[in-house]
């Protein structure tokens, strides 16, 4: 040790002498190679960071290390590919796992099973589909149920299926009906369903389908769980329809288009649905009503693929006959991000069910642009306006009655399909967080 | 006399540590691409903001020069880099061959795979050919037979010829039943779990290999190096177990100027996984030798095919272009898009090429694709020291080392040598430009001559060129202007602790200390 510190300080020594005799200018050079390792100085690393930058980066300096560590070992074991793989191979033998988070609803975890694919009957029956589904969000509900149809009946162009749902949400929120009412008097109650249907539809071409739908639903209204919330009855249960409940059997069809060129980030194109009801209350339920919706968003480049502009409408209407009702619960709802059937439209900002309404127009735009790519992966950036307004009759409309919401999302696609959203959202009452792997529209 | 023995003297001294070193007792260092891109898309990124001597050197315009280089501003030998092509030319045919230490496997008998390679861009095997030499061999992508091979071979050519450690590597070819899983063989399949390599596993992973016309393999077979795997080099910190290892890496210019003949190569892929340090015995000595290695993302190759449009252009994770494109809506049409626009969103039409031209290439816009610091700290001197190397490859060298790709269409390799050729002189014109580009100084007859190699180049005509040259004093003050013409400096007046600076219309300086008839240094401004 001690002749190893003497030797480096010998060689520092001679290192030192024979800069100072270069520097002083009465050296004679190795003017013979113009390579050789004559330095001005004795050669030595600095430290890579002064001390006060060295202090500011520690914090980050301490949880590097073990990031490092993780993804080598994530990368060395290969977790990415057998996760991949883990997945694929669930896929493959249909079973589909999600997970998501919402702000004010916490985790969301689903799983959907695809029969004939976990049974291995699809080659044997490609036509044949029976899916079935769990779902839990961790702060609302719970929610089981089953599809079983056939795609192309005996390889005509007719599809039919059945459906059956049970699901119980034990933390809905009213907060009265139509555009003028108010967060704070938002109540909680419970509203567990269960639906029966049946449908029979005709696909005219890869764009173009139609179907007829029989709906039965047993739907059960109680108190809400919460007691952070009021209860249903603040409002008066004789002034809400359906407060006590109901049983509904609903005839209905629909006539869908949609001639986007990709489902998850589309470019071009656009989808148009629309659907009329009838349903009708079974037993001592005063439900009556006819539903009319057309839904539509329309995709236009602007310029360039990586920049899209999305524009949607929605109205809706439920209109009351023979002197009956439409059940609060199957009226027309807004807020939140709207990507759940059960939930309301989309208003961002707003509370999940934030307004309720016999009517409904609803209006979203956003501008995708893409701000990051590499090779399959593209991340877009969406600033979004919504604005929408549930209401009454039509007689009932009035501009000053829009709601606006408006924000920024970040959405990462790998090969077109969308993995994560990332959103902020601002308006009248509030801001709302959400990171989901499914868009608006 | 007197003076060439001291010199001598002085040389043995200075490489005193080398000699008088013990065996370097250094640790396998392990590093892959999350990790690599962890450490630069992210952490290094963050904590440059933090840098304060960082900003202060940006703010007043201090860049840091390298540490490692002489008093001539060259660099000298070293484990990691070997002054070769632009010491002292190499023959048409040592380019050719490069590092070489047999003609490639030997074909004669079955190529038995020991291990699939699971890392890295392309299908890929350990095999050991009948002499029992290890070799990594790596196809092409589908549809683009040739384009990896050559395009690994090719660069690692360039990149010996210009003075670094590189591995053998060679194009061969042969027939599928040549190939064979020997007994043991591992993989890794689609589930990512190791497996046996069975004859059955090895032939699907071949099955979407390309074939040449005559129905064979055509892969780049890289020798397996002698010695102990040591892992990976830093482009940041040095070893400091390795006695040998005394500056910092971020400080040797040989690795900072890799980001030009990176941009040279369109080799966008150099990264700190992509070195080796291998400790192996030299003149009886065990030295920790550091080598480039896995060249199949150049040119115009990359994964899978040809180089994606925005390979060069940015990073992995490009935080400033994500910025503007964020800010400005999406509507700034990025460099890469307007270049892949003006292309008609085509790479070449031979597959063999990809996507490798010249159109709105910018020398100092190149970017590899993760945000090294060292790459970052290129200076005028560091540049204008990697252009001078660039420079030493004639047309014909490149033609030659291109050759070393066995491209089958003349056409492609005319292409890949021409656009070579174009990039070489964008890049020295470039650099040559952002300094004083005047070398191979010498003091005779009372004149101190140099050459200027942006006119040797024919970048700029002599009668543009305006030099100015004063002289000073130890402390650097001005003493008086000297005579100075395109033949040299008159050094009427010079002593021999005085020094010379010289600019070129304006140029950054470039400072020489002479003794009565010696050039003592030679120092170009960062």
Same mark, same amino acid.
């Given at each position: 040790?001690?002749?190893?510190?003497?030797?480096?300080?010998?060689?520092?020594?001679?290192?030192?002498?024979?800069?100072?005799?270069?520097?002083?200018?009465?050296?004679?050079?190795?003017?013979?190679?113009?390579?050789?390792?004559?330095?001005?100085?004795?050669?030595?690393?600095?430290?890579?960071?002064?001390?006060?930058?060295?202090?500011?980066?520690?914090?980050?300096?301490?949880?590097?290390?073990?990031?490092?560590?993780?993804?080598?070992?994530? #990368?060395?074991?290969?977790?990415? /590919?057998? %996760?991949?793989? !883990?997945?694929?191979?669930?896929? *493959?033998?249909?079973?589909?796992? $999600?997970?998501?988070?919402?702000?004010?609803?916490?985790?969301?975890?689903?799983?959907?099973?695809?029969?004939?694919?976990?049974?291995?009957?699809?080659?044997?029956?490609?036509?044949?589909?029976?899916?079935?589904?769990?779902?839990?969000?961790?702060?609302?509900?719970?929610?089981?149920?089953?599809?079983?149809?056939?795609?192309?009946?005996?390889?005509?162009?007719?599809?039919?299926?059945?459906?059956?749902?049970?699901?119980?949400?034990?933390?809905?929120?009213?907060?009265?009906?139509?555009?003028?009412?108010?967060?704070?008097?938002?109540?909680?109650?419970?509203?567990?369903?269960?639906?029966?249907?049946?449908?029979?539809?005709? #696909?005219?071409?890869?764009?173009? /389908?139609? %179907?007829?739908? !029989?709906?039965?639903?047993?739907? *059960?209204?109680?108190?809400?769980? $919460?007691?952070?919330?009021?209860?249903?009855?603040?409002?008066?249960?004789?002034?809400?329809?359906?407060?006590?409940?109901?049983?509904?059997?609903?005839?209905?069809?629909?006539?869908?288009?949609?001639?986007?060129?990709?489902?998850?980030?589309?470019?071009?194109?656009?989808?148009?649905?629309?659907?009329?009801?009838?349903?009708?209350?079974?037993?001592?339920?005063?439900?009556?009503?006819?539903?009319?919706?057309?839904?539509?968003?329309?995709?236009?480049?602007?310029?360039?693929?990586?920049?899209?502009?999305?524009?949607?409408?929605?109205?809706?209407?439920?209109?009351?006959?023979?002197?009956?009702?439409?059940?609060?619960?199957?009226?027309?709802?807004?807020?939140?991000?709207?990507?759940?059937?059960?939930?309301?439209?989309?208003?961002?900002?707003?509370?999940?069910?934030?307004?309720?309404?016999?009517?409904?127009?609803?209006?979203?735009?956003?501008?995708?642009?893409?701000?990051?790519?590499?090779?399959?992966?593209?991340?877009?950036?969406?600033?979004?306006?919504?604005?929408?307004?549930?209401?009454?009759?039509?007689?009932?409309?009035?501009?000053?009655?829009?709601?606006?919401?408006?924000?920024?999302?970040?959405?990462?696609?790998?090969?077109?399909?969308?993995?994560?959203?990332?959103?902020?959202?601002?308006?009248?009452?509030?801001?709302?967080?959400?990171?989901?792997?499914?868009?608006?529209? | 006399?007197?003076?060439?023995?001291?010199?001598?003297?002085?040389?043995?001294?200075?490489?005193?540590?080398?000699?008088?070193?013990?065996?370097?007792?250094?640790?396998?260092?392990?590093?892959?691409?999350?990790?690599?891109?962890?450490?630069?898309?992210?952490?290094?990124?963050?904590?440059?903001?933090?840098?304060?001597?960082?900003?202060?050197?940006?703010?007043?315009?201090?860049?840091?020069?390298?540490?490692?280089?002489?008093?001539?501003?060259?660099?000298?030998?070293?484990?990691?880099?070997?002054?070769?092509?632009?010491?002292?030319?190499?023959?048409?045919?040592?380019?050719?061959?490069?590092?070489?230490?047999?003609?490639?496997?030997?074909?004669?008998?079955?190529?038995?795979?020991?291990?699939?390679?699971?890392?890295?861009?392309?299908?890929?095997?350990?095999?050991?050919?009948?002499?029992?030499?290890?070799?990594?061999?790596?196809?092409?992508?589908?549809?683009?037979?040739?384009?990896?091979?050559?395009?690994?071979?090719?660069?690692?050519?360039?990149?010996?010829?210009?003075?670094?450690?590189?591995?053998?590597?060679?194009?061969?070819?042969?027939?599928?039943?040549?190939?064979?899983?020997?007994?043991?063989?591992?993989?890794?399949?689609?589930?990512?779990?190791?497996?046996?390599?069975?004859?059955?596993?090895?032939?699907?992973?071949?099955?979407?290999?390309?074939?040449?016309?005559?129905?064979?393999?055509?892969?780049?077979?890289?020798?397996?190096?002698?010695?102990?795997?040591?892992?990976?080099?830093?482009?940041?910190?040095?070893?400091?177990?390795?006695?040998?290892?005394?500056?910092?890496?971020?400080?040797?210019?040989?690795?900072?100027?890799?980001?030009?003949?990176?941009?040279?190569?369109?080799?966008?892929?150099?990264?700190?996984?992509?070195?080796?340090?291998?400790?192996?015995?030299?003149?009886?000595?065990?030295?920790?030798?550091?080598?480039?290695?896995?060249?199949?993302?150049?040119?115009?190759?990359?994964?899978?095919?040809?180089?994606?449009?925005?390979?060069?252009?940015?990073?992995?994770?490009?935080?400033?272009?994500?910025?503007?494109?964020?800010?400005?809506?999406?509507?700034?049409?990025?460099?890469?898009?307007?270049?892949?626009?003006?292309?008609?969103?085509?790479?070449?039409?031979?597959?063999?090429?990809?996507?490798?031209?010249?159109?709105?290439?910018?020398?100092?816009?190149?970017?590899?694709?993760?945000?090294?610091?060292?790459?970052?700290?290129?200076?005028?001197?560091?540049?204008?020291?990697?252009?001078?190397?660039?420079?030493?490859?004639?047309?014909?060298?490149?033609?030659?080392?291109?050759?070393?790709?066995?491209?089958?269409?003349?056409?492609?390799?005319?292409?890949?040598?021409?656009?070579?050729?174009?990039?070489?002189?964008?890049?020295?014109?470039?650099?040559?430009?952002?300094?004083?580009?005047?070398?191979?100084?010498?003091?005779?007859?009372?004149?101190?001559?140099?050459?200027?190699?942006?006119?040797?180049?024919?970048?700029?005509?002599?009668?543009?060129?305006?030099?100015?040259?004063?002289?000073?004093?130890?402390?650097?003050?001005?003493?008086?202007?000297?005579?100075?013409?395109?033949?040299?400096?008159?050094?009427?007046?010079?002593?021999?602790?005085?020094?010379?600076?010289?600019?070129?219309?304006?140029?950054?300086?470039?400072?020489?200390?002479?003794?009565?008839?010696?050039?003592?240094?030679?120092?170009?401004?960062?």
């Amino acid at each position: 040790m001690i002749f190893k510190k003497l030797r480096t300080g010998m060689l520092s020594l001679v290192f030192f002498l024979a800069g100072a005799v270069f520097l002083s200018g009465t050296a004679f050079a190795a003017n013979t190679d113009k390579y050789a390792p004559v330095y001005t100085k004795p050669l030595k690393s600095s430290s890579l960071k002064d001390p006060l930058s060295a202090l500011l980066a520690l914090p980050f300096e301490m949880i590097r290390w073990p990031i490092s560590k993780s993804l080598l070992f994530t #990368e060395k074991e290969y977790l990415p /590919k057998k %996760a991949e793989w !883990l997945y694929t191979y669930l896929k *493959n033998h249909g079973i589909q796992p $999600s997970i998501g988070f919402m702000s004010g609803q916490g985790m969301q975890y689903g799983l959907k099973l695809d029969l004939p694919k976990l049974s291995g009957l699809q080659s044997k029956y490609p036509d044949f589909t029976f899916d079935t589904w769990v779902h839990y969000g961790e702060e609302i509900s719970f929610r089981t149920g089953a599809e079983i149809g056939v795609e192309r009946v005996a390889g005509t162009p007719f599809f039919v299926s059945g459906f059956f749902q049970y699901e119980d949400r034990w933390e809905d929120n009213f907060f009265g009906m139509g555009p003028d009412t108010s967060a704070g008097n938002g109540v909680s109650y419970g509203h567990e369903q269960t639906t029966v249907a049946g449908k029979v539809g005709y #696909e005219f071409s890869p764009e173009w /389908k139609g %179907a007829f739908h !029989l709906v039965y639903e047993n739907n *059960n209204i109680s108190e809400g769980e $919460s007691d952070d919330w009021g209860q249903l009855s603040y409002f008066g249960l004789n002034n809400i329809p359906g407060s006590g409940g109901d049983k509904i059997l609903t005839l209905a069809a629909d006539l869908k288009n949609d001639t986007r060129d990709f489902r998850d980030a589309p470019t071009r194109g656009g989808y148009r649905q629309i659907y009329f009801g009838y349903s009708e209350g079974l037993d001592d339920s005063n439900a009556s009503y006819f539903t009319y919706r057309a839904d539509m968003a329309q995709y236009f480049k602007v310029g360039s693929p990586r920049r899209v502009l999305a524009i949607r409408g929605l109205a809706e209407h439920h209109d009351e006959i023979n002197g009956g009702n439409v059940p609060f619960y199957n009226m027309s709802k807004l807020g939140g991000y709207g990507t759940l059937p059960e939930q309301s439209h989309t208003l961002r900002s707003y509370h999940v069910n934030r307004f309720f309404g016999e009517s409904l127009l609803l209006f979203n735009i956003e501008y995708r642009y893409t701000i990051w790519e590499y090779r399959e992966l593209h991340m877009d950036a969406v600033p979004f306006f919504d604005f929408g307004q549930t209401f009454g009759e039509w007689s009932e409309f009035q501009f000053k009655d829009f709601k606006e919401s408006y924000g920024l999302e970040f959405r990462v696609y790998v090969a077109r399909n969308n993995l994560v959203n990332i959103s902020i959202a601002h308006g009248d009452e509030g801001t709302n967080f959400f990171v989901r792997s499914k868009k608006a529209f | 006399m007197l003076k060439k023995i001291f010199s001598l003297f002085l040389i043995s001294v200075f490489s005193l540590p080398a000699i008088a070193a013990e065996a370097p007792v250094v640790k396998k260092q392990e590093t892959l691409l999350y990790r690599d891109v962890y450490e630069q898309n992210v952490h290094a990124e963050a904590m440059n903001q933090l840098d304060l001597s960082r900003w202060g050197r940006k703010l007043f315009k201090k860049p840091l020069g390298s540490a490692n280089i002489n008093v001539f501003d060259e660099v000298p030998d070293s484990a990691f880099f070997v002054n070769r092509h632009a010491k002292s030319r190499l023959t048409s045919a040592q380019l050719a061959r490069g590092y070489s230490e047999t003609d490639g496997p030997d074909l004669s008998g079955a190529l038995s795979v020991t291990k699939a390679k699971t890392e890295g861009l392309h299908v890929g095997f350990f095999i050991r050919d009948v002499k029992g030499d290890n070799y990594l061999v790596k196809f092409d992508g589908p549809d683009s037979l040739e384009l990896a091979t050559a395009a690994e071979v090719i660069t690692s050519r360039f990149f010996y010829a210009l003075g670094y450690n590189v591995p053998q590597y060679t194009v061969a070819f042969f027939s599928p039943e040549k190939i064979k899983a020997a007994e043991g063989a591992t993989t890794r399949d689609k589930t990512g779990f190791k497996k046996p390599l069975t004859q059955e596993k090895l032939e699907e992973a071949l099955m979407f290999v390309p074939q040449t016309d005559a129905g064979e393999y055509r892969v780049s077979a890289s020798k397996i190096l002698a010695g102990e795997n040591k892992g990976y080099f830093s482009f940041s910190g040095r070893r400091k177990a390795d006695p040998d290892d005394i500056v910092n890496h971020r400080d040797r210019r040989e690795i900072r100027a890799l980001a030009v003949f990176g941009a040279w190569l369109n080799n966008n892929d150099i990264r700190e996984s992509n070195t080796l340090d291998m400790l192996a015995e030299e003149n009886g000595k065990q030295v920790l030798k550091h080598y480039l290695i896995d060249f199949n993302g150049s040119i115009g190759s990359a994964h899978g095919g040809a180089k994606p449009p925005l390979f060069g252009h940015e990073y992995m994770f490009d935080f400033g272009e994500t910025a503007k494109a964020f800010l400005t809506l999406g509507f700034w049409e990025k460099p890469w898009q307007k270049r892949w626009r003006e292309a008609g969103e085509k790479s070449h039409s031979s597959a063999a090429v990809g996507y490798f031209d010249n159109r709105d290439f910018k020398p100092a816009e190149y970017k590899i694709q993760l945000p090294y610091e060292v790459f970052k700290r290129v200076t005028r001197a560091d540049g204008f020291w990697a252009s001078k190397q660039i420079m030493a490859f004639s047309d014909e060298d490149i033609r030659t080392l291109v050759s070393a790709g066995k491209f089958s269409s003349k056409e492609d390799a005319d292409y890949v040598s021409k656009t070579l050729i174009e990039r070489r002189d964008l890049i020295a014109k470039y650099w040559f430009s952002q300094s004083a580009p005047l070398d191979d100084f010498k003091a005779q007859r009372g004149k101190l001559t140099f050459k200027d190699l942006a006119v040797q180049s024919q970048f700029e005509k002599a009668e543009t060129r305006n030099y100015q040259a004063v002289l000073l004093d130890a402390k650097g003050k001005k003493i008086k202007d000297l005579d100075v013409d395109a033949s040299g400096v008159a050094l009427e007046g010079v002593t021999a602790d005085s020094v010379i600076e010289i600019r070129v219309n304006a140029s950054p300086y470039v400072r020489v200390q002479v003794s009565a008839d010696d050039v003592v240094s030679v120092r170009h401004q960062d």
